[in-house]
């Protein structure tokens, strides 16, 4: 895939097999995975796996996460991006958008979230055309909900997981369609 976009500091591209040691630091730590199953990766071998899936799904669906690097000091800040979900069920959904993003802990509240999810959200609906975009969030996640709410996706509806943890589903419509 050779699809790169930019924001004014951030450089948004395809993941590489070189971006795995500063994916794993991020993944590895606990505050990260505070609002994602409580799972933080142990094992390197883990993001090699998850790079690899991702790499297919570009392949298989011409889109996944990307790495998001800043622009000022070519660091990953972690990823962002829209895929599409075809391996499980959320919400009662499957084969639908999902707009995501995580980033390392020492670049939160500093409004990279928000700049990569404004671009992503232009590009799936103006150059992929989508016609809905979806997203989940932990419904206690307030600084995610906040992103999601600031770049105009709508709240639907609290739901239960298979592990009865509540979360939040989040929708916008293609505002040109």
Do not use: C
Not at 140 to 146: I, K, L, R, V, Y
């Amino acid at each position: 895939m050779n699809l790169i976009l930019e924001t004014d500091r951030l450089i948004l591209r395809p993941f590489e097999l070189s971006d795995a040691e500063a994916l794993f630091d991020m993944d590895k730590n606990p505050e990260v995975h505070k609002y994602l199953w409580q799972k933080p990766i142990m094992k390197i071998e883990e993001v090699h796996d998850y790079i690899n899936m991702v790499r297919q799904q570009y392949s298989d669906n011409g889109i996944g996460r990307f790495s998001t690097i800043l622009k000022e000091t070519g660091e990953l800040i972690g990823w962002t991006g829209i895929k599409f979900v075809t391996d499980h069920i959320e919400n009662g959904n499957t084969n639908f958008y999902d707009y995501g993003y995580r980033l390392s802990e020492k670049f939160w509240n500093k409004g990279y979230a928000t700049e990569a999810s404004v671009a992503w959200l232009d590009y799936g609906f103006n150059k992929m055309k989508i016609e809905v975009m979806n997203a989940y969030t932990h419904t206690q996640n307030g600084a995610s909900n906040h992103v999601l709410q600031k770049v105009g996706m709508n709240f639907i509806e609290d739901y239960l997981d298979k592990d009865n943890v509540l979360w939040r589903w989040w929708q916008m419509k293609n505002p040109a369609i």
